[in-house]
Each structure stands twice: as C-alpha cells, then as structure tokens.
C-alpha cells in the first residue's frame, strides 16, 4: 500500500511510450504510481484496437509460415517430439499399405488446415487435444512394436 491507501501493482514491462512519458513528466508517473492511469474512452479504444490489430498480425504470420498444402495437428500440438514421430511412422507404416487407410489419410489431409486454423484462434485447445491424442500415440505405438515384432525372426 502506498501513502493514498491505493495497493500498487507491479507491470511486466513498460512500453516505449511510458518510458518516453516518464522522461518527460515525472510528476505524473508520481500521480499514476498513486491512483492509477486515467485513460480517456478513445485512449482505450486505440489500445484495444491496437491489440486486436497485432493478434491479426501474428495469426497471419503463423498461418502463412506453415508449408502450403498440409497442416499437421500432431505438429502444432506436439511440435517435432516422439509423438509426431510416431504418428508418422504409423501412417507411413501401417495407413499408407492399405486403401481404407490411404482414405483416412487423405481425409485428414482435407480436414487438417481448419482444425489448425481453428487451434491458432483456441490455445487451450492445444493441451485439450494433447490428452486426446495421447492414447491414440499409444496405440500407433503398441501398433507399431508388434508389426516389427512380427517382422523380427
């Protein structure tokens, strides 16, 4: 608590524009220190569009830096681990052989772009579909072991 009785509110990190504030007006980062900024309506409104603006931004550069054509889910929720290494050696391995799983895998290949686009706008579905996946790297694994168990003499 500070001298008004007002509690103080440690910032991650001050912006270029504070800091040129501060440097220009000491006395008024003394009275935001006490009672807070007093931001105008439109003040607010230029941030919050500003914000919206950035996360445009980067959704769009996310989106355009991921390879034409396919969009891997395990990728975007695993990244480059184990996991994805296993879902891709059970799809080239096991899915690839067979015509129903060729049909899987080209339905996946349809279906994919929307459910990343979807992930990049939802990032708490990206631990929501981490847990459903991971039975399903548990099975492709098991799959796997036992396909090269069979192989082995």
Known sequence: MNAAGKSCRPSASVSASELAQMGVCERLVVFEHRYGKRRLPAQRAAIERGRREHERFYREGRIASTPPGRCFIATMVFGEGPETQTLRAFRDQVLRRVPT????????????????????????????????????????????SATEARRAP
């Open 101 to 144: 799983g060729r049909r899987l895998i080209g339905t996946y290949y349809r279906v994919a772009p929307g459910v990343c686009r979807m992930l990049e706008r939802q990032p708490w579905a990206h631990s929501v579909l981490r847990i459903a996946l991971r039975p399903v790297v548990w099975l492709a694994l098991r799959w796997l």
